[in-house]
């Protein structure tokens, strides 16, 4: 559908692309931001370098694992030590406080407009922030909540009270045997609500933020809609990216918005209606504000 890359330079009119960002945000009948875990590494949820080796470096001594990521799809040998990681990782990535203001921030950029959020990320950062829960469609997932791994059932779970217990109570890379969490369905071994493979849960909140989301976007196809996307990269382009290309090139009213460290890109059928920034989206949104 689209040709050739068009990449705009971070040193070619950075201060006029904030001004006209600016002004396409002020003037936009609605917004849709479409979030990759770029944003949240901008808000200080890095998952390798000091933030890692803080929270594992035991993990790190005995298995050589090289960052977060790498850490869950680790073989473990018992279900006491893959839980002890995925408790932790819960915890740090999912229910403590987001170091940086960067989501806090962006809400005050979109707050008095219609808006709409599509995520790929799962650490829950927009309605930890302030978003409306209304108006956030986390496509990929929850860290905060678990589901059958077989599936039996097409229902996810809480797990924060059980996940502070089993951080509090883990020992030596292992977690109490009594805390692993089973299925009540059919007792089979519980996961993680991400999707990795087709065994994902999409359960009746996944359906209903989906449709709302559709909703959303059916009601402004026309509209002068901004569809801000702040750090997807190309591992999954078709959740957001090539979407958000599609319905610019279908309107002319809109704004394709990209923010993206190293990665600030549009398609040259759409070069005319893009504003492609390549710094950190935090400092952006800072500029925005100022």
């Not at 995925?86 to 740090?92: D, G, L, Q, V």
Request: glycine residues 6%.
């Amino acid at each position: 559908m689209f040709s050739k890359i068009w990449t705009k330079k971070y040193t070619e009119s950075y201060s006029n692309n904030i001004k006209k960002l600016r002004k396409v945000l002020d003037e936009a009948d609605a917004v849709v931001i479409g979030a990759g875990s770029g944003l949240s590494t901008s808000a200080g949820l890095t998952y390798g370098a000091e933030r890692f080796e803080k929270y594992f470096s035991d993990f790190i001594e005995k298995y050589n694992i090289p960052d977060m990521y790498s850490g869950g799809f680790y073989p473990y040998e018992t279900l006491e030590e893959y839980w002890a990681w995925w408790s932790r990782h819960i915890y740090y990535n999912r229910y403590v406080d987001v170091p940086k203001p960067v989501y806090e921030h962006l809400l005050n950029l979109v707050k008095n407009k219609d808006y709409f959020v599509i995520t790929t990320n799962v650490d829950h950062c927009f309605q930890r922030s302030g978003f409306d829960k209304e108006r956030l469609f986390y496509m990929q997932g929850d860290y905060g909540l678990w589901q059958c791994s077989e599936p039996c059932h097409q229902q996810t779970y809480d797990n924060e009270e059980q996940v502070k217990e089993m951080v509090k109570k883990q020992k030596n890379l292992k977690i109490p045997s009594e805390l692993v969490p089973y299925c009540p369905v059919c007792q089979k071994p519980m996961t993680m609500n991400l999707r990795c493979d087709n065994t994902f849960v999409q359960d009746e909140g996944w359906y209903k933020a989906k449709n709302r989301y559709d909703n959303f976007i059916n009601k402004h196809k026309n509209s002068k809609i901004v569809y801000l996307e702040l750090g997807v990269g190309a591992n999954t382009p078709v959740w957001i990216k090539y979407p958000f290309w599609k319905m610019t090139m279908n309107n002319p009213k809109a704004t394709y918005v990209c923010i993206n460290y190293g990665e600030s890109i549009a398609p040259d059928e759409i070069k005319e209606q893009s504003i492609c920034i390549d710094d950190d989206i935090g400092k952006v949104i800072d500029k925005l504000q100022n």
